[in-house]
T-cell receptor
Framework: EAGVAQSPRYKIIEKRQSVAFWCNPI?????LYWYQQILGQGPKLLIQ????????DSQLPKDRFSAERLKGVDSTLKIQPAKLEDSAVYLC?????????????FGPGTRLTVL | TQLLEQSPQFLSIQEGENLTVYCNSS?????LQWYRQEPGEGPVLLVT?????EVKKLKRLTFQFGDARKDSSLHITAAQPGDTGLYLC???????????FGPGTRLSVLP
């Protein structure tokens, strides 16, 4: 079974530029998550989708971050404009259902560096 | 303020030694999970504990959920270099509203 795919693996941009990350979850997984992991910290949930609807985006900085999950499969996370403090690893995860303790399967992440 | 605290932050031991890492909170959690994350990879679930006082064993790893469901521990017996990684605890608060990760314990097992 293929795992969660993410691209790109690495991205370097200058502040005020825009960037987008892509995630393809495990086939059949209804729930998709985006996390931000700053160096030395645990992942922080940014947004959770159930199929193509948003379940929780309470910690998403909506003035600069946006995410969508078209057709309930792939998802993109966008930052516009980027700030220095956005430098982090962005992790995508998926789970079969939306239960909070359901096993989440993580992708390898995209490491973003904002200069 | 971290909802989940983990200690120690860093731990470096020799192969064959035993170790315990801790996950603590001032809040009650309905469940806790432990994940291991290796460099350049996403976290991988090790275990989920849901009942206060619960003990689960996974080969050389023993997980315990505190009676009051505010803390958890992970004990590794006879650590091996393959155990090296970032150990993260994560949980759902008792209101079922927030799923949060702790900051992690970075373990290094030297051969």
């Amino acid at each position: 079974e293929a795992g969660v795919a993410q691209s790109p693996r690495y991205k370097i941009i200058e502040k005020r530029q825009s960037v987008a990350f892509w995630c393809n979850p495990i086939s059949g997984h209804a729930t998709l998550y985006w996390y931000q992991q700053i160096l030395g910290q645990g992942p922080k949930l940014l947004i959770q989708f159930q199929n193509n609807g948003v379940v929780d985006d309470s910690q998403l900085p909506k003035d600069r971050f946006s995410a969508e999950r078209l057709k309930g499969v792939d998802s993109t996370l966008k930052i516009q404009p980027a700030k220095l403090e956005d430098s982090a690893v962005y992790l995508c995860a998926s789970s079969f259902s939306s239960g909070r303790i359901d096993e989440q399967f993580f992708g390898p992440g995209t490491r973003l560096t904002v200069l | 303020t971290q909802l989940l605290e983990q200690s120690p932050q860093f731990l470096s031991i020799q192969e064959g030694e035993n170790l315990t890492v801790y996950c603590n909170s001032s809040s009650v959690f309905s469940s806790l999970q432990w994940y291991r994350q290796e460099p350049g990879e996403g976290p991988v679930l090790l275990v989920t504990v849901v009942t206060g006082g619960e003990v689960k064993k996974l080969k050389r790893l023993t997980f315990q959920f505190g009676d009051a469901r505010k803390d958890s521990s992970l004990h590794i017996t006879a650590a091996q270099p393959g155990d090296t990684g970032l150990y993260l605890c994560a949980g759902v608060d008792n209101y079922g509203q927030n799923f949060v990760f702790g900051p992690g314990t970075r373990l290094s097992v030297l051969p």
